[in-house]
């Protein structure tokens, strides 16, 4: 195929639907948001891999994608539980890129504790139980980064809102685009901002550092990143 893909994950509110805005300034980025074709692509590739005609994941996840114009180059994907194949994404789709969006894992906490997710995700009502789970994800895709250093780019949300122009021009050499101005300014999806419209004052940093009103709620959670260090 010639069109690449890019995985943006983390945890819920930590930063990736910014992110997919601001690459979305790029007109050869198709936004996919969030979607089932990368689990559905995984099993029925460990279904059949050891039969001679199968395809390789690649080719199976992006058959999804036929009817897209071929001014396309990539195909941005934000499901968050994608994160989960970070280690088969990196091995079996060796174009493909991961963008792993973070932040304090106070303030993602108090985010995701705040939010009405519904019920994808159980840990979400347990202010321990969110600890537990961000800094294991953190762990392993530390190891991850280790494995495969030239597919994995860390995003740190908090960095990227106090100071846009340098983390986003970074993240841009590091996709090896070309940068223009257009990615200070995206236009960003109603479930980040509240409101709609184009303007780079959305890119803010108001939600850094909100943890600190809540630290008797975030008090398991405080102990344990503690005791992690």
Request: net charge positive; with cysteine; proline share 3%.
């Amino acid at each position: 195929s010639d069109k690449d893909c890019i995985f943006i994950v983390g945890l819920p509110r930590s930063g990736k639907t910014l992110v997919e805005s601001i690459l979305s300034c790029n007109q050869k980025l198709f936004t996919a948001g969030e979607n089932i074709f990368l689990s559905q692509a995984i099993n029925e590739y460990m279904k059949n891999y050891d039969k001679k005609n199968t395809k390789n994941l690649e080719e199976l996840f992006l058959r999804n994608f036929v009817y897209l114009e071929e001014k396309i180059s990539f195909i941005c994907s934000t499901t968050p539980s994608n994160f989960i194949y970070t280690g088969l994404i990196s091995k079996l789709m060796p174009n493909s890129k991961i963008i792993y969006c973070y932040r304090n894992i106070l303030d993602n906490i108090i985010e995701i504790y705040s939010s009405n997710l519904q019920n994808k995700y159980t840990f979400k009502t347990c202010i321990e139980e969110s600890a537990k789970f961000a800094l294991q994800l953190n762990k392993q895709m530390k190891i991850y980064k280790q494995l495969f250093p030239e597919s994995i780019y860390f995003l740190n949300y908090d960095s990227l809102v106090i100071n846009p122009k340098d983390e986003i021009l970074s993240l841009i050499n590091w996709l090896k685009w070309n940068y223009n101005n257009d990615y200070l300014s995206p236009k960003l999806d109603f479930s980040t901002t509240g409101q709609y419209g184009n303007d780079r004052d959305f890119i803010n940093s108001t939600k850094v550092g909100r943890w600190k009103k809540y630290q008797i709620l975030l008090k398991p959670a405080i102990e344990l990143i503690t005791k992690d260090k």
